[in-house]
């Protein structure tokens, strides 16, 4: 059974750090590109990143770029999202999807909350 | 960006009666392979989204037979044939054809 377990999510002060990160079990973790998505609450859905299976290509979202770094270990099985120089509009769950083919994807973890205030 | 508009933001329903949501994007989503990146989610209040349509048209899964999907080009249509109660919470079409992907506003279904 495919599985993705986000963690990492806090409360942490505008400008500050955050890593996230995703455990996945039950697949082959290296043969797929993975994604990041968030949502603010109460709001819809906005992708933030995506990564091949290598770590050799990555996308973002240009809200994020040059904020967020999605990185992964394949041999931890791990996807990882570090957030610097947070912004209060940051506020979300954001989720770990696992990318079954090209420009979708199927599994979702459950979120982690990101909560940017002081 | 290719910006994806949902209509109707919200969609009252009748127990076994059909509905339909429909969503069309600023820029055809044929990619340069020939195929249509577009899919349907579904999101029931306090869970995480649940694909239910990849490609336009093609059912996940253990997806129930009374959701379909339909279109091509810049508009496309999610149908439940006759909604259950378990139909019940928020609909977003997304594409996957241009970078970065992005999602409809949601259309909830109540």
């Known amino acids: 059974e495919v599985q993705l377990v986000e963690s990492g999510g806090g409360l942490v002060q505008p400008g500050g750090s955050l890593r996230l990160s995703c455990a996945a079990s039950g697949f ?29 290509e990555k996308y973002y979202v240009d809200s994020v770029m040059g904020r967020f770094t999605i990185s992964r270990d394949n041999a931890k099985n791990s996807l990882y999202l570090q957030m610097n120089t947070l912004r209060a509009e940051d506020t979300a769950i954001f989720y770990c999807a696992r990318a079954d083919m090209i420009g979708t994807t199927d599994h979702w973890g459950q979120g982690t909350l990101v909560t940017v205030s002081s | 960006d290719v910006v994806m508009t949902q209509s109707p933001l919200s969609l009252p329903v009748t127990l076994g009666q059909p509905a339909s949501i ?10 340069s392979d020939g195929n249509t990146y577009l899919s349907w989610f579904q999101q029931r209040p306090g869970q995480s989204p649940r694909r239910l349509i ?17 279109g091509s080009g810049i508009d496309f249509t999610l149908k439940i044939n006759r909604v259950e109660a378990e139909d019940v919470g928020v609909y977003y079409c997304m594409q996957g054809t241009h970078w970065p992907w992005t999602f409809g506003q949601g259309t909830k279904v109540e």
């Open chain 2, 54 to 70: 990849y490609e336009v048209s093609d059912r996940d899964s253990g997806v129930p037979d009374r959701f379909s999907g339909s």
């Open chain 1, 28 to 56: 082959t973790f290296s043969s797929y590109w993975m994604s990041w998505v968030r949502q603010a609450p109460g709001k819809g859905l906005e992708w933030v990143a995506n990564i091949k299976q290598d770590g050799s």
């Open chain 2, 22 to 31: 429909s969503c069309r994007s600023s820029q055809s989503l044929v990619h």
